[in-house]
């Protein structure tokens, strides 16, 4: 509690200047934020893609074979430049994902593949749609 004190009687003028907690103070949010994600990577290792007779799952998401409805590729029709999930250029493939969703609507649960996780987007959602196909059949 004193340390915020200082800060406060520093910022207001009337003592002196103490930068050592101010810096603390402003620095500490800004490295925790920018360490974490990859802490936490580390801690508990890069999301894995999995596919299998019982479904898609990537880390701790998971979608059965029964009930994903949509697997959206990066030049899928239903994706638009006006989409909130995309930038206004929506052209740069930084951005491009591959969307396995369980219905049409924004709601419910969905697994996004980026490029992190595989190289081929468009194989990667060809292929994952035959597969779809493969186990209504079934």
């Given at each position: 509690?004193?340390?915020?004190?200082?800060?406060?009687?520093?910022?207001?003028?009337?003592?002196?200047?103490?930068?050592?907690?101010?810096?603390?103070?402003?620095?500490?949010?800004?490295?925790?934020?920018?360490?974490?994600?990859?802490?936490?990577?580390?801690?508990?290792?890069?999301?894995?893609?999995?596919?299998?007779?019982?479904?898609?799952?990537?880390?701790?998401?998971?979608?059965?074979?029964?009930?994903?409805?949509?697997?959206?590729?990066?030049?899928?029709?239903?994706?638009?430049?006006?989409?909130?999930?995309?930038?206004?250029?929506?052209?740069?493939?930084?951005?491009?994902?591959?969307?396995?969703?369980?219905?049409?609507?924004?709601?419910?649960?969905?697994?996004?593949?980026?490029?992190?996780?595989?190289?081929?987007?468009?194989?990667l959602?060809?292929?994952?749609?035959?597969v779809?196909?493969?186990?209504?059949?079934?």
């Amino acid at each position: 509690m004193n340390y915020l004190i200082v800060i406060v009687l520093a910022l207001l003028g009337r003592k002196d200047w103490l930068w050592f907690p101010l810096f603390c103070v402003v620095t500490a949010p800004t490295f925790i934020a920018t360490i974490w994600p990859q802490a936490r990577m580390l801690l508990r290792g890069q999301p894995v893609l999995v596919v299998d007779a019982l479904g898609v799952s990537l880390g701790r998401e998971r979608l059965g074979w029964d009930e994903i409805r949509v697997v959206e590729g990066p030049g899928s029709v239903r994706r638009r430049s006006a989409d909130p999930r995309r930038p206004v250029r929506a052209d740069l493939e930084w951005f491009d994902v591959v969307t396995v969703a369980s219905g049409t609507e924004r709601k419910g649960p969905r697994i996004s593949v980026g490029k992190e996780h595989v190289g081929d987007l468009e194989g990667l959602a060809a292929w994952l749609q035959g597969v779809r196909d493969g186990q209504r059949a079934w």
